[in-house]
Structures are given as C-alpha cells and as structure tokens.
C-alpha cells in the first residue's frame, strides 16, 4: 500500500499524514520566454507589427522574433528599447511577465507550521 493510499485510508480517522518527501512542482518555463511571451502579447494586444516594433526599437525583426519565441535572452538595454518602441515602462513588462509567469500556476497550500496533531504515520 502507497503512502497515498494509507493517506486516503487514515484521512477520515482524524490522522495527520505528513509526507517525507516535498512534492515537485512542475518546472516554470524559462525566464526568457516568459519575458518573451509578455512582449508578443503587448505588441498584439496594440496590432503592431515585428517590423514596426523592431524599427523603432532599432533591432532586427529576426532578432525581435526570437526574443518573442524565448530562442534570445535580451540585454536589459534591448528590453528597454523594445519597451520604448512599445510605450510601456519596463516596470510594466515585469508586471506582464509575473502574470504570464503565474497564469497557469495553481496556488499552494501553506506549509504546516508547528507540530502535527493526532498520530503520526511514518512511510518506512
């Protein structure tokens, strides 16, 4: 019997389960296309175009897009002029980039604090 099974077993008899072993969360993308992925939501959300973005920015279209695609991880001074070109602060692409980071992640439960009540059930 998995120790998820006795969990389920023992959850209605008031025992407290502690796990020895954190679950894994599943791995967050890359900063770089998260980053990348906030930046093509901004352009599209204004209709602009790569070539019209990049221009202004004074970037490639080619090097644009594979900032977009998280294939570039930009200077902070190429973020700041693709910012420029976009009319929004870098602070606000940080806003974006949290939300994109944080979009699909599900809040997590808080870790228990002190000592467990009722008996304590140990996986050998």
Not at 31 to 41: H, K, N, P, S, V
Not at 52 to 64: C, H, I, N, R, T
Not at 92 to 111: I, K, N, W, Y
Request: aromatic letters at 0%; one cysteine or more.
């Amino acid at each position: 019997m998995s120790a998820d099974d006795r969990a389920a077993t023992n959850a209605g008899k008031g025992t407290t389960v502690v796990p020895l072993r954190p679950r894994r969360r599943a791995p967050e993308p890359p900063l770089r296309e998260a980053i990348g992925q906030a930046l093509r939501q901004v352009r599209t959300r204004q209709g602009r175009t790569l070539s019209e973005v990049a221009d202004v920015a004074g970037v490639s279209m080619q090097y644009l897009s594979e900032i977009e695609r998280g294939r570039k991880e930009a200077s902070s001074e190429i973020l700041e002029a693709v910012c420029g070109s976009l009319s929004i602060r870098l602070a606000d692409l940080v806003a974006q980039t949290h939300r994109v980071l944080t979009a699909d992640s599900r809040p997590s439960r808080p870790v228990p604090t002190g000592r467990p009540r009722g008996p304590l059930l140990m996986a050998a």
